[in-house]
Structure formats: C-alpha cells, structure tokens
C-alpha cells in the first residue's frame, strides 16, 4: 500500500507542476501578444511618444476595471518591452499568430470573447509553438534588466535548463557568473556560451575565477578555520553544489587515503557525471604554497592509480584558496596538469568590476588576434 501511495503521491505532484507550468507558458505567450499589439498600435500615433503614454493610461484603467490588478501602466509597460525585446523569435511569433488566430473571424473582425472556440487545440499549438518560453514571467522581467543580449541569453538558457528558481537566477547574476565563466575562454567561447550556456565537454569548462561563497556566512567571522570552511561548505551542501556547477555529486569528505602507514585525507571528493570523473578539492585559507599544490597532485595521482575505474577520465584536482599567485602555479605544476588553483571569496563581486575585466580581457585577445593576422 506505501507503494501505491507513494507512486500515485509523485504522479499527482508531476501533473500539478506541469498545469503551473502550462499557465506561466500561456500567461507569457499572452503577455507577449499583448505586447505585439501594443507596439503596432503606437506605431500609428503621429508624435509616438505622447500618443504611446496616452494609450497604455487608457488601456491600463480599461483593463484594470475589467480584469483586476495586473495590467498597471508599468506591467503594460514591460509587456511592451518583452516583445521589443524578443520579437526576433520565430517561435514566439508563431504562437502569436495562433492566438491571434483564434480571436478573429474569417472576415478578420474580433470573435464573443465568451464563445467558446471550436478549435479546441489552439493553446496546445501556442503552447507547443512557444516551447523556448521556458521561464515564468517573473523570470522575463528580470531578464529584460539586463542590458547584454549575450549575457541576457546566457543566463535564460541556464535558468531554464537548470530549473532555477527566480530567486536563484539572481544570486547566479549577482554572483557573475556569466562573466567569471567568460573570462576563462577565447572570443569563440563567450559566443557560445550566449548562444548554448554552459556547456561542460573539457575540465576547464567547470572552472570559475573566483568561487563564490557568500552563501556559507563566514564573512562574518573575524577568523574561521579550514574546518569551519569544510563544515559550513557541507552545511549548506546543495548551494555550494550550485555553485560548483553542472553535473557534480558529492561522495565524501576528509576521504582518507593510506599508504607507506601513512594517513592523508582529502578535504572534498565529488563525482562530475558529465566529464566521468572525480573532482577532488582541498581547502585553503591562507597563502597558497607550492607545497599544497605538491599534495593535490600526489591525491590525483593516487585516485588515477587506484580508485578512478578504466573507463572513467583523469581526477580534476582543485586547490580552492583565499588568494594564489599565478607566476608561482605555472612554475610549480607540469604542462597538462589536471591541477588548478582558484580563489574564492566569501562575498558577493562587484559585477561592474568583473565586467570591465571581461571588456579588457576581450580587447586584449582581439589585439593578439589582429597581431597574430
């Protein structure tokens, strides 16, 4: 019988997740149809501006009295500006014709908004025609604030894909997440992740700079320990895995490995299923020294030696510190290391900082380019 329940339990939370779902799809389809309107309407107006602040006041306080709260002057507003927006989708202009299609007679005139339609699959072809409309409203709008249409894209395809909540996808902003994964690739790399998001097929794919962990309250503290780090890291477990990014799962801590009657622990073991192998990260507070980067590679070597199966790829291998120095790594660590040393740091960055880093980094790597001709 708790079978039964339990499986009868999972069906029927399945089936009102994708009815919420369904409504926020038909809510954005229409919201951006009610957009399209807007614009093509104030494209008529002579001095576009007054006449556009005159139609969506008229239009607010119409359908306002109709319909209740939530088509306010400013939610008009941003309906406007998601269809400005995203009017370039081929997707999202199909469904605007099927519902557009289905409000209107043959002679073009506006059917009884009461009468029901007799064809009854036309949201399902809306529906099915917006299937890149993944996000709820609430996530259009805040998308909308970003003014890079690269870093607007990246960050819809992640929050889609990886089911962030509202509330997550701005903590992923906030942190930068798309300018610290950028400014570990070339030019070709940040187009794709506008164009794809995050794709993870290489080790280096994983990395950021810096880590961010402002999640874990250490910031705070006047002084923690690397044992106050680990303990607060597994505290708060699912965000730091967040933060780790795609594909990791957490298999142990202080993992211990014994040879020559010797024991030496690992702070952090995780499995990354996307690259097939283990992600080992060892924890630092203070000056990162050649000789923790020593003691990564001697766990890497052991976990390729005796643990990693004959199918799976090389251990990764990650010294996460309070600060590196760049000079003394590449000296310390052969070519082709699977080791990398990052920061981390206990606040969130500041984003415009990060930003005139990645337009520096870019210009740079266009001179080089340029030279290189």
Not at 8 to 18: G, N, S, Y
Not at 75 to 86: A, K
Not at 265 to 287: A, E, H, P, S, T
Request: with cysteine; net charge neutral; proline share 2%.
């Amino acid at each position: 019988m708790k079978a039964l329940i339990s499986e009868i339990r999972a069906m029927i939370l399945a089936a009102r997740r994708a009815a919420a779902h369904s409504v926020d799809t038909i809510q954005v389809v229409t919201n951006f149809e009610i957009g399209r309107r807007i614009v093509e309407h104030e494209q008529k107006g002579s001095d576009r501006a007054e006449y556009g602040e005159a139609t969506l006041k008229e239009l607010a306080e119409a359908l306002t009295s109709e319909f209740g709260k939530g088509f306010s002057k400013r939610n008009l507003e941003y309906m406007r500006q998601f269809y400005q927006t995203y009017r370039g989708r081929r997707i999202a202009q199909t469904a605007s014709a099927h519902l557009a299609q289905k409000g209107r007679t043959r002679s073009g005139q506006l059917k009884n908004p009461e009468a029901p339609s007799r064809k009854s699959g036309s949201i399902g072809k809306a529906q099915a025609a917006s299937a890149q409309f993944t996000l709820s409203w609430s996530h259009y709008v805040f998308l909308m604030g970003i003014k890079s249409e690269a870093e607007r894209g990246f960050y819809e395809i992640e929050a889609a894909g990886q089911g962030w909540s509202l509330r997550e996808l701005k903590r992923q902003f906030n942190a930068g997440l798309f300018e610290r994964l950028a400014l570990s690739r070339d030019k070709e790399g940040i187009r794709k992740l506008a164009a794809q998001g995050q794709v993870v097929t290489h080790p280096e794919d994983l990395l950021k700079e810096p880590y961010v962990l402002e999640f874990l309250g250490l910031a705070e503290k006047a002084r923690y320990s690397e044992s106050d780090l680990e303990s607060a890291i597994i505290d708060k477990l699912e965000q730091f895995l967040l933060e780790l990014g795609k594909g990791f799962l957490f298999e142990a801590r202080q993992k211990r490995l014994t040879f020559d009657e010797e024991h030496f622990f690992v702070d952090l073991v995780f499995y990354n299923r996307l690259l097939r192998c283990y992600v080992l990260i060892d924890l630092k507070i203070g000056k990162l020294n050649h000789g923790d980067l020593g003691q990564m590679q001697m766990y890497v070597n052991y976990f390729d030696r005796f643990v990693k199966l004959a199918d799976e790829h090389p251990t990764i291998g990650i010294v996460l510190c309070k600060k590196k120095h760049d000079a003394m790594v590449e000296i310390t660590l052969p070519e082709g290391a699977n080791i990398h040393a990052r920061e981390y740091q206990l606040y969130l960055p500041d984003k415009e900082l990060l930003r005139r880093k990645l337009e520096e980094w870019s210009a740079e790597v266009q001179d080089l380019g340029e030279d290189g001709k």
